[in-house]
Every structure is written in C-alpha cells, then in structure tokens.
Antibody
Framework: QVQLVESGGGVVQPGRSLRLSCAAS????????LHWVRQAPGKGLEWVAV????????NYADSVKGRFTISRDNSKKTLYLQMNSLRAEDTAVYYC???????????????WGQGTLVTVSS | QSALTQPASVSGSPGQSITISCTGT?????????VSWYQHHPGKAPKLMIY???KRPSGVSSRFSGSKSDTTASLTVSGLQAEDEADYYC??????????FGGGTKLTVL
C-alpha cells in the first residue's frame, strides 16, 4: 500500500534552517508529482510547494518563495523540503502528499503522510 | 495567491443535506476545472473526497458530490452521518502553476 512518512521536524530558532524528508513506498515514486502542504496551529491547510515527477518543474507559494526549496531523489524514493530563514509564522505541521499525475498540474491525491511538526521559536 | 473563501462553519442534523461553498476568482476556480475537496479529522491525514470538481475517488461515499458554477465550487453532503463531522477544505489550481486552499469549513452534525 502507498505510504508517505515525513521526518525532520523539530524546534528551530528564527532565521535558522531545517530540512524535512518524506520517504515513500508502495508506488512508482518516479512517476508522480509531489506536494508539501502545511497547517499552522489552529489554522487551515496551506499549499507550500509542488515538484514534477522528474524534479525539473517546481512551484512555490508566495509565502515561502525564495526561502524554501523542494527537491526529490528518485533513486531513494524521497522528497525533501529545505527551509531557510525560518520565521515564527512557518510554525506548522508539514505534510507531504502525492499528486494524481506526473506534472505540477497534478491534483493532490488521497495519499498523505501523517505530518511532521516544525516549531520556529527562540 | 489569496485563499479561497469558505464559510467558517455549517451544521445539519443526521439525514439532512448540507452544502459548503468555495468562492475563488477568474485566476483559479473560474478558469480551471481542478477543484478538489478534502475531509480532515484533527490529528489525521486529510482525505480526498472530490477531484476535478465533481469526480469521486473510489471508496468515497456517493453521499458526497461536487459541482461548480463560475467562480464558486460546492460540496454537498447528503444523508448526514455523525462520522461526517470534520473540517472540509477546497483546493484549486491557480495561474503560475500554483495551488490554493480555502480557509476551511467546520461541519457539525447536530
């Protein structure tokens, strides 16, 4: 069965960096686009970024553009989110989710991880 | 990238039907037939309920249906059941190859 498992969350000071990982199994990883979605405490879901099946196309929400970088290693079946210059407002549970197809125009499918909590605080 | 507009809350009694609206703009909902709906129980991963406006993934109850008119998408839940109580989010593809969620709607089954 399809599984997505996030890791790398934790407490980090403002201005510092953190890298999240999402390990996938149960499907042909290299055939699907992947998304990161976050949920701040008490808030709604917010789309963060998407990457195409081959890593050649990436797009970001304005709130993270220039600070976050999405990437993937198809040989390791792993998705990453490099988060730099972190701010208090980046505090959230971060979910990885599979797209329904290979391109960045891929609806977020039913397959989500359980999320990893990132807390930005001094 | 402004969030799509959803009502903060809706409620209904068991057996009744409710509809949740999701209002966007000509840059997202109004142009692309790529609206999806997710059910989210706190502490769990969101669940896809509707995609491409009105399509239902396998395994999702037929009590859930979606539609779209101009810049507003809607999710209807018929025959409300206690297990339907959750937060519901719409999501749409937008220009510049980005995606945008709605603010979320809390469904309460009375």
């Amino acid at each position: 069965q399809v599984q997505l498992v996030e890791s790398g969350g934790g407490v980090v000071q403002p201005g510092r960096s953190l890298r999240l990982s999402c390990a996938a199994s149960g499907f042909t990883f290299s055939s699907y686009a992947l998304h990161w979605v976050r949920q701040a405490p008490g808030k709604g879901l917010e789309w963060v970024a998407v990457i195409s099946y081959d890593g050649n196309n990436k797009n970001y929400a304005d709130s993270v553009k220039g600070r976050f970088t999405i990437s993937r290693d198809n040989s390791k079946k792993t998705l990453y989110l490099q988060m730099n210059s972190l701010r208090a407002e980046d505090t959230a549970v971060y979910y990885c989710a599979r797209g329904m197809s290979s391109d960045v125009v891929a609806t977020i499918d039913r397959y989500w991880g359980q999320g990893t909590l990132v807390t930005v605080s001094s | 990238q402004s969030a799509l507009t959803q009502p903060a809350s809706v409620s209904g009694s068991p057996g009744q039907s409710i509809t949740i609206s999701c209002t966007g703009t000509s840059s997202d909902v109004g142009t692309y037939n790529l609206v999806s709906w997710y059910q989210h129980h706190p502490g769990k991963a969101p669940k896809l309920m509707i995609y491409e406006g009105a399509k239902r993934p396998s395994g999702v109850s037929s009590r859930f249906s979606g539609s779209k008119s101009d810049t507003t998408a809607s999710l209807t839940v018929s025959g409300l059941q206690a297990e339907d109580e959750a937060d519901y989010y719409c999501c749409s593809y937008a220009r510049s190859s980005t995606w945008v969620f709605g603010g979320g709607t809390k469904l309460t089954v009375l």
